[in-house]
C-alpha cells in the first residue's frame, strides 16, 4: 500500500527536481580556437566581442598591462562577484561560471587575452533558456566597470 503523500511533499520534491536540472550541462565547445572564443547561438542569452552582430556584440575589455598581471586581476574581480567560480585558468584564458541565485541557473564566461591587440575577449553565456534579461550583458559590464576601477 502507498502510504499517502502531502501536496506539499509533492510540490517541494518538484521543486527540487527542476531547480537540480537549471545548471545544464557544461558545453562543450568552449575555449580558444583560432584566436576566437565560440560564438554566440542566435538567441539573445549571450554577448561576445568577438560577435558581428549588434544584438549579441560587446566592446573587448581594454588592456595595457601584461598578460599575466592582467588575468590575475581578472581574476579578483571574478571571484569578488557573488556566486561565480573559476573552471579553467590558462596563460590567456578563464572560464568562468556565474550561477544565479534563485533557481541556480548557471552562465558560462570566457575571457581571452589577446596581447598583441590589447584587448581580453569575453563571452558570457546562458546554458539554459532563450532570454536572459540582459544579465549576460550587464555582468560584462560590470566587470569592465570593475577592471576601469580605481587601484583595481
Not at 503523500?5 to 545548471?23: E, R
Not at 588592456?63 to 590575475?72: E, G, H, L, S, V
Not at 561560471?97 to 541557473?105: G, H, I, K, P
Request: overall charge positive.
Amino acid at each position: 500500500m502507498i502510504a499517502h503523500i502531502s501536496k506539499d511533499v509533492v510540490l517541494c520534491l518538484a521543486a527540487g527536481i527542476l531547480m537540480a536540472g537549471c545548471t545544464g550541462v557544461r558545453p562543450s565547445g568552449l575555449g580558444v580556437k583560432d584566436s576566437k572564443l565560440a560564438p554566440c547561438p542566435a538567441s539573445p542569452n549571450c554577448v561576445s566581442s568577438q560577435a558581428g552582430d549588434r544584438d549579441h556584440s560587446v566592446q573587448p575589455i581594454a588592456c595595457t598591462t601584461d598578460t599575466p598581471a592582467a588575468m590575475a586581476d581578472l581574476k579578483r574581480i571574478i571571484l569578488s562577484m557573488k556566486r561565480s567560480r573559476i573552471v579553467t585558468e590558462t596563460g590567456n584564458y578563464i572560464h568562468a561560471e556565474f550561477t544565479s541565485a534563485v533557481w541556480r541557473f548557471v552562465d558560462d564566461v570566457e575571457f581571452y587575452a589577446d596581447e598583441s591587440a590589447g584587448v581580453i575577449h569575453v563571452r558570457s553565456a546562458s546554458r539554459l533558456g532563450t532570454s536572459d534579461f540582459g544579465v549576460n550583458r550587464k555582468r560584462v559590464e560590470a566587470i569592465r566597470t570593475a577592471w576601469k576601477a580605481p587601484g583595481r
